[in-house]
């Protein structure tokens, strides 16, 4: 199998993230969860979003094309809160109505426009009723954005914010947007960074 171009950029450190606390949207939201959700981490990284939910008692599928290991670094209760699957998002197997939470944190901007409608299709298929997409992604801007060749090897997509809403209301969502905040400290970019955290929610079916 042809090794994906994400692990060159892992192992020569040119992304990381420099932080071990959780997302913004993430450590903002986590409060209204319900106790032991089940939760569908997908595109985990470095695992930072996976450990702090485990830690408040819930239980983690995290899933990236490239293992990082960070389960291991955590305490044993911790680890067995935390399943990691190796697989890209777009070859995750989705299974119906098993999640609580599904988080694309830093994610959609390396999904095709194709790629990212089947995604928010198989991500609300999956969720339980009244469960969470929780989504944040930079709309421009970023390292991969940069011309040297070792960035040109990861494809970015600008996604314009109004279309992400469209196509979550148009799988039946409720959708709330704000304004992302926090980026740049964390990650090594150096260009302008416009961001973007979004709630969406799987509505009740009758």
Sequence with gaps: MKQSPWHDIYKNKKFFINTQEPSVL??????????????????????????????????????????????????????????????SVEQFLFLEDQYTVVILARVIQYINPQELDNLFEK???????????????????????????????????SHPVSLIESLLLEKGFTVSISRGSSFTEN?????????????AIKRQIA
Excluded at 187 to 199: A, K, R
């Design 123 to 157: 991500s609300f298929k999956t969720l339980k009723n009244n469960g969470y997409l929780l989504i944040s992604y930079v709309f421009h801007g970023g390292m991969f954005n940069r011309g040297e060749d070792e960035f040109k090897v990861i494809e970015k997509f």
């Design 26 to 87: 993430i450590k903002g939201i986590f409060f209204e969860l319900p106790r032991a959700s089940k939760i569908l981490d997908l595109g985990c990284g470095q695992g930072r979003n996976s450990i702090f939910l485990a830690k408040q008692g819930h239980s983690i599928d995290a899933v990236d094309i490239v293992d990082l290991n960070f389960i291991s670094t955590t305490e044993k209760e911790i680890q067995r809160k935390i399943k990691f699957i190796k697989s």
């Design 187 to 199: 990650v090594p970019f150096q260009e302008p960074i416009e961001s973007f955290d979004i709630i």
